[in-house]
């Protein structure tokens, strides 16, 4: 019996801490990673600082929990999806395609997380900087090694440096989303689709 409580504590313990972290992500789309504090979160979601600490004990490592909790809903929105398929070209397009759906759904009311809280960091040093840029550089490999898989296999141009077809393409991407979230405006993210797929011919 005390071990059955002692798990449903843990349980409930789990999903109070996704629960907070879910609304600190879509927070700091709109106002910032350094929006995020115990005393404004715990404000946004009507908990106590108290209850707060108990689950994270610094702002920094509130942050960091944040940004992961954003990476996993990134990953199940955008990146898996995409694994449906093998073919390296057809994966770079369903890629960007969940990227462009994922914004227009809101998935974050701000837009890309990682847009916003790259542009957020770029000037500061420390753990949460460091972890934003971990997490960019990885996309950018991926992206660029799949172009190179998709030159290797004769879907594009062989002649093309992949990193930077990997930079077009996210700039094509970012642009979408600053122009969708600026003027609320769909056509701008369908601007970037059309961009990215006629770089991917």
């Not at 404000?43 to 994270?56: E, N, P, Q, R, V």
């Not at 390296?88 to 994922?102: A, I, K, Q, S, V």
Request: aromatic fraction near 6%; charge should be negative; hydrophobic fraction near 40%.
């Amino acid at each position: 019996m005390a071990t059955t409580l002692a798990r449903r504590q843990r349980s409930d313990g789990e999903r109070s801490r996704q629960k907070i972290l879910r609304a600190a992500a879509n927070l700091a789309t709109i106002e910032g990673l350094e929006g995020i504090t115990i005393g404004r979160l715990a404000a946004h979601i009507g908990m106590s600082k108290s209850g707060l600490y108990a689950h994270f004990g610094s702002k920094e490592q509130l942050q960091l929990a944040t940004i992961d909790t954003a990476l996993e809903i990134y990953d199940r929105e955008v990146v898996e999806p995409a694994q449906a398929t093998a073919d390296p070209l057809e994966r770079l397009r369903l890629l960007y395609d969940r990227f462009l759906d994922h914004v227009e759904r809101r998935v974050f009311p701000g837009g890309c997380f990682f847009a916003s809280a790259e542009s957020e960091v770029g000037m500061q040093e420390g753990p949460v900087k460091d972890r934003i840029a971990a997490i960019q550089r990885a996309w950018s490999a991926n992206i660029a090694q799949l172009v190179r898989e998709a030159q290797a296999a004769g879907s594009l141009p062989g002649d093309d440096e992949p990193a930077q077809v990997a930079f077009e393409l996210d700039a094509y991407g970012m642009m979408g989303n600053v122009g969708f979230v600026l003027h609320d405006e769909p056509l701008y993210l369908e601007h970037a689709r059309a961009a990215i797929h006629r770089r991917l011919r």
